[in-house]
């Protein structure tokens, strides 16, 4: 089955010095039995290639009601951790809503709410660019090609 190749682009002032798009989260449900994707909350995603899945806010977690479906030893800066994990779906782009757990942490910005980690990012084809004191952050699901800025 070939997908539909559906893509983002957002422009951001080099002072930023960070990724930050709008995603929506829904609760987990089944696409074989529903006839319309529940209504998803908006909120923002920090884009980390450093992370290496996804990350929620205890808050936000909280807020939205879900539930944990595991915990798991998390290690970061401060040491290490157990933190629960939450399944949920992720709509990263208007086409795609894609299922992923998303690891509890403690909110450490008001910028963002959720971590989008290389769980999600491997799925597809991710771009930064720099041009003129503005960055160009482009990400496109499914992945098309190679991006290879060595070849002409």
Known sequence: MNQIPDAFVKRIKKEQN???????????????????????HWTSGLWDTGASHCLITKSLAENFDLNPIDKVMVEHAKGRTYENVYLAFLQITDRYYLEVE???????????????????????????????????????????????FTKG
Not at 22 to 28: L, N
Not at 108 to 127: L, P
């Open 18 to 40: 960070f990724l930050v798009t709008s995603v929506g989260i829904s609760h987990p449900y089944d696409e074989d039995h529903i006839t319309r994707k529940p209504k998803p």
């Open 102 to 148: 998303l690891t509890e942490c403690q909110s450490i910005s008001n910028n963002f709410e959720i971590i989008i980690g290389m769980d999600v990012i491997s799925k597809g084809d991710f771009a930064v660019t720099s041009k003129k004191g503005e960055m160009c952050f482009s990400f496109r699901l499914p992945s098309l090609t190679t991006i290879d």
